[in-house]
């Protein structure tokens, strides 16, 4: 179904000085613009690119990055730069207005609906008092929206909000379903990622190693979430069954590698982790202090984590004003975290 241009939102695309036309970005890159999307489902999309109401090419859903519509609003535009932004309240509250005013089988109320679901997912990451409504929102559209493009990654989503929650048996029945569907896919990667991380919360770390690895056999490009993932995974594995300089080497050779801010917080932490086991504290203290420092917009999970962990190295380095001081910024920034929960008593905020 193709839902036309209204008056109003042909003005609006005039004056924000965009093209009256729809644009896909394919996963690998190609964009294929000025053309008219006709239809999408759970299986396909249908996009009409010779301007005569035919669907010129049919695209498989797990090939297809982005859809642009052209009559996408404002509103729509600046709900989309919150979430990029990590500006997730704004972003729940706008797309959930967005979905409240558009019609129910349009895009527009599909599109809003499982953005506000992943940024509250999102926001819980940081703040788990948002947890349920995340797990809620994303339970709904799961139900709702069954042939929308966005109900593997919906699916994944939910996995993630239940691993945090550590219902395990909710994240494999998600996963595996994915896995089955969809195998050879991003998707099935990245089920296949969230199942090696259950065995991992799970203390089965030489079962979990075993499946990175089986990840990391079939990623060929370094540069891609599933190979960061999964090294990032193995080396957490590895130190888990205390091969403390083998995890030294993986994370070392994906720090040297990637160019992602979040992989690279999350592989310094990991690689703190590695020196801290060890009990070298100043080297470790480095690692996560790198994270404080330069990665604290890329990953609020990995940001509180880091802060965390740098205070309890200086506390064990002798420098108890830096540790207070490091503990004073996570109960600020992060006071709901499972980080902040670990302090048996919050220290004193620093007077504005």
């Not at 896909?24 to 964009?31: E, G, P, Q, R, Y």
């Not at 409504?133 to 989503?157: M, N």
């Not at 380095?317 to 503990?327: C, M, S, T, V, Y």
């Amino acid at each position: 179904m193709r839902w036309h241009l209204t008056p109003f939102s042909l003005l609006v695309a005039v004056l924000a000085g965009t093209a009256l036309a729809d644009e896909v970005v394919l996963t690998d890159k190609t964009k294929i613009a000025d053309c008219t999307v006709l239809s999408e489902n759970a299986k396909e999309v249908g996009i009409d690119v010779n301007a005569d109401g035919v669907a010129d090419r049919v695209v498989p859903t797990e090939q297809v990055a982005t859809v642009q519509y052209a009559d996408r609003s404002l509103e729509y535009r600046q709900a989309v730069l919150f979430i990029e932004s990590g500006k997730y309240a704004q972003a729940v509250t706008a797309f959930q207005a967005i979905a409240k005013g558009a019609p129910g089988v349009s895009w527009q109320a599909t599109y809003a609906d499982y953005h506000a679901a992943v940024a509250l997912q999102r926001w819980a990451q940081s703040d788990p008092t948002k947890a349920v409504e995340a797990v809620k929102a994303l339970s709904a559209f799961v139900s709702r929206r069954a042939d929308s493009r966005f109900i593997y990654p919906a699916q994944l989503s939910l996995a993630e909000a239940y691993l945090v929650q550590g219902k395990f048996g909710e994240v494999r029945r998600l996963a595996e379903a994915v896995v089955g569907e969809k195998p050879k896919t991003p998707w099935g990667e990245r089920a296949r990622l969230l199942l090696a991380q259950v065995k991992l919360s799970q203390n089965e770390a030489a079962g979990a190693a075993r499946d990175f690895d089986a990840v990391l056999a079939t990623v060929t490009d370094k540069q891609s979430p599933a190979w960061a993932e999964a090294t990032v995974g193995k080396g957490l594995a590895l130190l888990a069954q205390d091969k403390v300089d083998d995890a030294e080497r993986l994370l070392g050779d994906l720090i040297e590698t990637t160019k992602d801010s979040s992989v690279r917080a999350r592989a310094y932490n990991a690689l703190g982790d590695a020196h801290f086991k060890k009990g070298a504290f100043a080297e470790a203290r480095l690692d996560y202090l790198r994270v404080v420092l330069l990665y604290f917009q890329a990953d609020a999970v990995e940001h509180a984590k880091a802060l965390y962990q740098a205070a309890e190295c200086f506390r064990r380095l002798g420098d108890q004003e830096r540790a207070e001081a490091l503990l004073a910024e996570l109960v600020r920034r992060y006071p709901g975290t499972p980080w902040a929960a670990k302090l048996p008593v919050k220290p004193a905020l620093p007077q504005e």
